[in-house]
């Protein structure tokens, strides 16, 4: 099948750059000493000199608007995959378009300026070539900083594209979703090639873990997603906003794991307020719930829970340990066998 791997890292290739470094680099640029060719120093030292302030702000100029410049270039939120572009708004508090934009406006001003400058260094005394060159430089340095307030969060944005994984959008998507501590990651590590980090601790998982089933000529891509509190969406904090993103945008099934066991992190009542959370994102129709840690639960307690997700319209759910492996099998299969449902794809014949 043809595939339609993007990695966010290869789209976001920038080395972020914050106003402080900009312009310390800005004022060490100026400082330096230039070379004037002989011609131009020969008989006339007063108009070498005045061409030396003039080289001095042509490389400023040239080392801002190139550091703009790779600003102007990122790619733009609506050229991303709505995951991906989620995923940039989160990490830049929204900022990233209008940091795209301003940076393309400064360039235009800053070479505006420079024009004007240019010409009225190139035509002045000494005294006032490097007066008019300082005053270049101030200039420059104020369109940077009134423009670009948030350039500070592209540190951010890379840190963000180099660990989000490459997500394959042609090839199917299992979510694993649910509370903190439910065993998400543990079965993400059972059925998959990830290796998430376990551990007794809610909220270990921070970001998006991609991990691979093999399945003939097909990878099954399963994706461990940070927990969610039961609360609304305008309340999450940027972990669990996440895990919305990878729900919201991703053709996926999504399996919604209960932790039904009696030492559970969080209420059944809870894990149940988080699902419908999960249904208002999705819809019903691509979620399975899935009860994990079956092997730590009285069978009576299986059926009374069951028996309340039953009356809340959940008419199949899924008993595994991920733990001990028990029914994880099955729960792949019926997983793919719902993706052919919903998607109009035949998967299933590859088991």
Not at 50 to 79: D, M, N, W
Not at 114 to 140: C, D, H, T
Not at 277 to 289: H, M, P
Request: charged share 25%; hydrophobic share 40%; aromatic share 8%.
């Amino acid at each position: 099948m043809h595939s339609r791997q993007q990695c966010l890292s290869d789209l976001i290739k920038i080395t972020p750059i914050a106003y402080d470094v900009l312009r310390r680099e800005t004022l060490n640029i100026f400082s330096q000493r230039v070379t004037i060719p002989r011609s131009i120093i020969r008989g006339n030292p007063d108009k070498s000199r005045v061409f030396i302030y003039l080289l001095k702000c042509e490389r400023v100029y040239q080392y801002i608007a190139t550091s703009l410049g790779h600003i102007a270039r990122l790619p733009k939120i609506e050229e991303l995959h709505s995951f991906y572009a989620e995923l940039i708004n989160i990490a830049s508090e929204n900022m990233y378009s209008k940091l795209i934009r301003n940076a393309s406006i400064s360039i235009k001003i800053l070479t505006n300026l420079w024009s004007k400058y240019r010409k009225a260094i190139l035509n002045s005394e000494p005294v006032e070539a490097k007066r008019l060159a300082q005053e270049f430089i101030g200039r420059s340095l104020s369109i940077v900083k009134r423009k670009l307030r948030m350039i500070n969060i592209l540190n951010n944005v890379v840190k963000t594209a180099k660990i989000t994984p490459c997500i394959d959008f042609a090839n199917p998507i299992i979510i694993v979703s649910g509370m903190p501590q439910v065993g998400k990651s543990t079965l993400v590590g059972k059925i998959s090639s990830a290796k998430p980090l376990v551990s007794p601790y809610p909220f270990t998982t921070k970001n998006v873990i991609l991990g691979h089933i093999d399945l003939k000529h097909i990878k099954i891509q399963v994706i461990d997603t940070p927990g969610l509190l039961d609360r609304d969406i305008n309340e999450m904090n940027e972990i669990e906003r996440k895990a919305v993103a990878a729900l919201k945008h991703l053709n996926s099934v999504t399996l919604y794991l209960f932790d039904p066991s009696p030492g559970a992190y969080y209420t059944f009542k809870r894990q149940l307020n988080s699902l419908k959370t999960v249904e208002q994102l999705i819809g019903r129709e691509k979620i399975i719930i899935v009860f994990n840690k079956i092997d730590s639960v009285s069978k009576e307690h299986l059926l009374e829970y069951e028996n309340i997700l039953k009356l809340q319209g959940y008419n199949e759910i899924i008993m595994i340990s991920a733990l001990h492996g028990i029914n994880v099998e099955e729960l792949i299969k019926k997983t793919i066998k719902k993706y052919d449902e919903l998607y109009n794809t035949d998967y299933s014949k590859l088991l």
